[in-house]
């Protein structure tokens, strides 16, 4: 009797473990804190710096879809949803914007759903969902325009080498796919990965990366991987892991679906969408801890979340002291979400009139306080810096 009772206590463990995530050995893992907020924001940061974008007629940026900085250019490109991009120096000066470069003519584009720069070229690459890859120096001359013949629609891009890139489908076509592509050769292998719990549950507006000579994949929405990108063998290796522990998404207790399989029929494309959307609508409604925003370097590890739809928080890991902060509840102050981290700093967007809310005048020197009530309402975006502590 003891040895049946104890097989079925087995079996019972066995079944509910089986629901959990199983995470790949070998890689590392980030231990993300959601719950106990730092006390004191001088454990990890530095100083806080403020860039002010130039503003003038010819200038004036819409509401803003993205935002990048290239520290070898020492410029910030900003997409707003008027599909317009906007380049600056590291300095805020305007350099220029694509407005004359929408339209239907030879060196014109109509439609971009994602832009990155191109190191390669020196410049700024425009995809349209048909493949067409446009690229401008930053003051907007045509530097190149090509095209990769895709099956599906793509969503976002980033070069590899000069004909070599990475690309994205839009989930309702494709599975958890990067593709491969070779622009001169028009040869496109798909790349699957895995791990995505919802796709819709996301503010991520990056999935590759470069770090030094190395790129990377962060796969938007509920995932907690992040791949390598070996541009060579045309492979994706999972080479981190963010661990939330008890807070972990188990898809097993979910409704509805994460992504698809194949897209085949206009109703399977139905189906598919209402799965998806019932999923991410009882994440939203939900209390479970939902990652936003998940980025890296080689120093630090950024994690924006959110729970209960109003109430998150940002995390940073220090990777080298194996330490993490963080920021929740307005303690130890109001951190706005950030875009991009360039060595210890942490790079964030905001409105003239939101810049109090988002630093803290302990951590900014007397001449970026001035800087900051001079500000008018109606001015250019601000650029916020969080130098963290090394």
């Known amino acids: 009797m003891n040895k049946i009772i104890i097989l079925l206590l087995l079996i019972i463990i066995c079944a509910c473990s089986s629901n959990k995530q199983k995470i790949i050995d070998g890689i590392e893992k980030i231990p993300i804190e959601v719950h106990n907020a730092s006390s004191d924001a001088s454990v990890f940061l530095e100083k806080i710096e403020i860039t002010p974008l130039e503003t003038k007629d010819s200038s004036l940026i819409g509401k803003f879809k993205k935002v990048m900085y290239d520290q070898a250019m020492d410029i910030y490109a900003i997409y707003d949803k008027d599909q317009v991009v906007s380049t600056f120096s590291g300095t805020g000066k305007f350099i220029s914007n694509s407005i004359n470069r929408q339209g239907q003519g030879p060196e014109e584009y109509s439609m971009a759903v994602d832009i990155k720069f191109n190191p390669f ?138 992504t698809a399989k ?30 936003l925003i998940k980025f890296f370097n080689d120093d630090y590890v950024y994690v924006v979340f959110v729970q209960n739809r109003d109430t998150g928080g940002n995390f940073i890991f220090n990777r080298k002291k194996k330490e993490g902060f963080l920021l929740r509840d307005k303690k130890p102050f109001i951190m706005k979400f950030c875009f991009g981290i360039v060595d210890n700093i942490l790079m964030a967007i905001c409105h003239p009139d939101e ?23 109606d001015d250019n975006p601000v650029i916020l810096k969080y130098y963290l502590k090394k």
């Open 355 to 377: 810049v109090a809310m988002y630093t803290d005048p302990k951590f900014m020197s007397s001449e970026d306080i001035l800087k900051m009530t001079q500000l008018k309402e």
């Open 121 to 258: 070229l020196k410049g700024i690459d425009l995809l349209d969902p048909y493949g067409v890859i446009y690229t401008y120096s930053p003051d907007f001359k045509l530097l190149s325009k090509r095209k990769i013949k895709s099956k599906f629609a793509l969503n976002s891009l980033m070069a590899l080498s000069l004909d070599k890139y990475v690309f994205t489908n839009p989930f309702l076509w494709t599975d958890e796919e990067v593709l491969f592509a070779n622009l001169k050769t028009q040869q496109i292998t798909n790349v699957g990965y895995s791990g995505t719990i919802s796709v819709e549950n996301t503010m991520d507006k990056e999935k590759f990366y470069t770090i030094g000579e190395k790129f990377y994949f962060v796969p938007n929405g509920v995932n907690y991987y992040f791949y390598q990108i070996d541009d060579k063998a045309m492979e994706l290796t999972p080479i981190m892991y963010l661990d939330f522990g008890d807070s972990v998404i188990e898809e097993d207790d979910l409704p509805g679906r994460a």
């Open 262 to 291: 194949k897209y085949k029929s206009d109703k399977e494309m139905m189906e598919l969408t209402e799965e998806t959307a019932e999923r991410a609508d009882f994440l939203r409604s939900s209390n479970y801890v939902i990652p």
